[in-house]
């Protein structure tokens, strides 16, 4: 039985490690001043019961840098994961903007260098060099102070970096990638996986007029 919607890949994981996999984690937590827009896990959402979904990167002329299968969820911890898999083959950039850039900020600031984020080059780089923003289409759903100051993309403290940048990139992508998205949804691991590689491959190669 799957009565989770799981794909088959995390079915197999839930059949050998139990139910309790699928929990909320309390890692997830960023602190006490949390921001009034925020994600979880999984089971923190009880109305969402579909595990298609995925998370990407973007340059800001819209080439697509990454991505990464999400299950349900986008809580810091797996945006966390998805940016330190790119590090790993390239380079972070200097400015990232997210529309729930605090949490992650909330995360980074309240986790470096405990077991949920430890210190490694990466890590060191987001903590100490990459500034985390919202775009300003997400900004008038943020309250919190930090929010308002120095997660705004126009702080002084980022130095003008996001200047002239369409922090509209994303939303107008998935646009267009929503037009696939029934078709997708019926795909599990690793056909979905395989499907995205040759996708964004495509759709970064029709961005660049390259063929291959």
Request: hydrophobic share 35%; with cysteine.
């Amino acid at each position: 039985t799957n009565p989770h919607g799981l794909c088959a890949m995390h079915k197999e994981q839930v059949d050998r490690l139990g139910t309790q996999i699928m929990k909320f984690d309390p890692s997830n937590e960023v602190s006490d001043d949390e921001c009034n827009v925020k994600r979880h896990e999984l089971s923190d959402n009880k109305i969402r019961t579909l595990t298609y979904g995925f998370l990407a990167s973007f340059y800001p002329c819209g080439i697509i840098a990454g991505f990464d299968e999400s299950i349900r969820s986008e809580s810091p911890r797996r945006v966390l994961r998805h940016l330190i898999k790119i590090g790993k083959i390239g380079k972070l950039p200097l400015g990232i903007m997210y529309d729930n850039a605090c949490s992650i900020k909330l995360y980074i600031n309240a986790r470096y260098g405990s077991v949920y984020f430890k210190s490694t080059s990466i890590s060191n780089q987001l903590f100490n060099k990459v500034h985390f923003v919202l775009d300003s289409f997400h900004q008038q759903n943020h309250t919190c102070h930090m929010c308002k100051n120095e997660i705004k993309a126009n702080h002084p403290s980022h130095n003008n970096m996001f200047d002239c940048i369409n922090s509209q990139i994303a939303e107008q992508t998935f646009s267009t990638i929503l037009h696939y998205k029934a078709h997708w949804s019926s795909y599990t691991y690793p056909k979905s996986f395989i499907n995205f590689v040759i996708f964004f491959h495509l759709y970064n190669c029709k961005l660049t007029n390259t063929l291959f």
